[in-house]
């Protein structure tokens, strides 16, 4: 069981920065997969990035690439979305996603998760 809670969200003019962190709690261990989700009203889930935290791959979207930057810190059980050069295509609620015994090729699939945060919103304006 492991619960997750997201945090850093908020409003930030175009062009700004943002950093969402993800802190796990309960049986968490470094071999966790850590996805980052977001969803706005009348559209699906999306997938925005990813990452094995026992091997260093990291996965994004095309809308985010070079702009996001994902990573952990195992020894405190927190994960980050650090968000550069923000647009406000990019105007949605950010969900975190962990999982353990991923296959590779799912951690772009929500679904593929175990647990969930409960989301944070970010609002970049124009």
């Known amino acids: 069981q492991v619960q997750l809670v997201e945090s850093g969200g908020g409003l930030v003019q175009a062009g700004g920065s943002l950093r969402l962190s993800c802190a796990a709690s309960?049986?968490?261990?470094?071999?966790?997969?850590m996805g980052w989700f977001r969803q706005v009203p009348g559209k699906e889930r999306e997938f925005v990035a990813a990452i094995r935290l026992s091997g260093g791959y990291t996965y994004y979207a095309d809308s985010v690439k070079g702009r996001f930057t994902i990573s952990g810190d195992n020894a405190r059980s927190t994960g980050y979305l650090q968000m550069n050069s923000l647009k406000p295509e990019d105007t949605a609620v950010y969900y975190c996603?962990?999982?353990?015994?991923?296959?590779?090729?799912?951690?772009?699939?929500?679904?593929?998760?175990?647990?969930w945060g409960q989301g944070t919103q970010v609002t970049v304006s124009s």
């Open positions: 309960g049986r968490t261990s470094s071999r966790f997969d």
């Open positions: 996603a962990a999982g353990g015994k991923l296959i590779l090729s799912t951690l772009r699939i929500g679904s593929a998760y175990d647990y």
